[in-house]
Nanobody, 115 residues
């Protein structure tokens, strides 16, 4: 089944930047819509950004203008560039399809925004 591996998280101060990366396997990557999700402590997982096979992007209102999703079909990767980070961006970030395949959630990568 399709697998996703996320990386790039860490601790960053408010206003800082991070770049997350997702590698997909066991799927014909160039045909799919990829998405980044996040789950903050005590909250439900939410959709952050999507990118279609034609590289059309869409963002949650809370991150629009600060986050940029991109893809590299040659490498089967989807990245999330995060800028102007806020404490409320603290969460575990996951990548998956849109809509997500429930059996394919990875471990995620922790992003903590704190001074």
């Amino acid at each position: 089944q399709v697998q996703f591996v996320e990386s790039g998280g860490g601790l960053v101060q408010p206003g800082g930047s991070l770049r997350l990366s997702c590698v997909a396997s066991r799927i014909i990557f160039r045909f799919i819509t990829m998405a980044w999700y996040r789950q903050a402590p005590g909250k439900q997982r939410e959709l952050v950004a999507t990118i279609t096979s034609m590289s059309t992007t869409n963002y949650a209102e809370s991150v629009n203008g600060r986050f940029t999703i991109s893809r590299d079909d040659a490498k089967n990767t989807a990245d999330l560039q995060m800028m102007s980070l806020k404490p409320e961006d603290t969460a575990v970030y996951y990548c998956n399809l849109d809509p997500p395949r429930e059996s394919s959630w990875g471990q995620g990568t922790q992003v903590t925004v704190s001074s």
